[in-house]
């Protein structure tokens, strides 16, 4: 059984930083592509970050692009979010999610990854 467990989440103040992870058990999970969005309340869910089953190629949203860093250690099987400059307009729920691919390309949308954890809340407090 595949799963997914963020952590990481909590209430910050504008301009802190967080680090998410997320630990992955139930996939070999070198060979997914991992990427994280957010949904925040009456909005749709976002995509933030993705990075490649090796870790050499990340790409983010412009809205993050420069405040936030994704990484990953496939020995632990775990990928982070570590996010700086934090602002109250990153407040969300926070989602990791995992897409299969025997390739070094990067997955953006929702519909390219097959399993998703269950979220951590970020609050940021102006």
């Known amino acids: 059984q595949v799963q997914l467990v963020e952590s990481g989440g909590g209430l910050v103040q504008a301009g802190g930083s967080l680090r998410l992870s997320c630990a992955a058990s139930g996939l070999i999970f070198s060979t997914y592509a991992m990427g994280w969005f957010r949904q925040a309340p009456g909005k749709e869910r976002e995509f933030v970050a993705g990075i490649n089953r090796s870790g050499v190629g990340t790409y983010y949203a412009d809205s993050v692009k420069g405040r936030f860093t994704t990484s990953r250690d496939n020995g632990k099987k775990t990928v982070y979010l570590q996010m700086n400059r934090l602002n109250p307009e990153d407040t969300a729920v926070y989602y990791c999610?995992?897409?299969?691919?025997?390739?070094?390309?990067?997955?953006?949308?929702?519909?390219?990854?097959?399993?998703w954890g269950q979220g951590t809340q970020v609050t940021v407090s102006s």
């Open positions: 999610a995992a897409g299969f691919t025997l390739s070094s390309a990067l997955r953006v949308g929702a519909h390219e990854y097959d399993y």
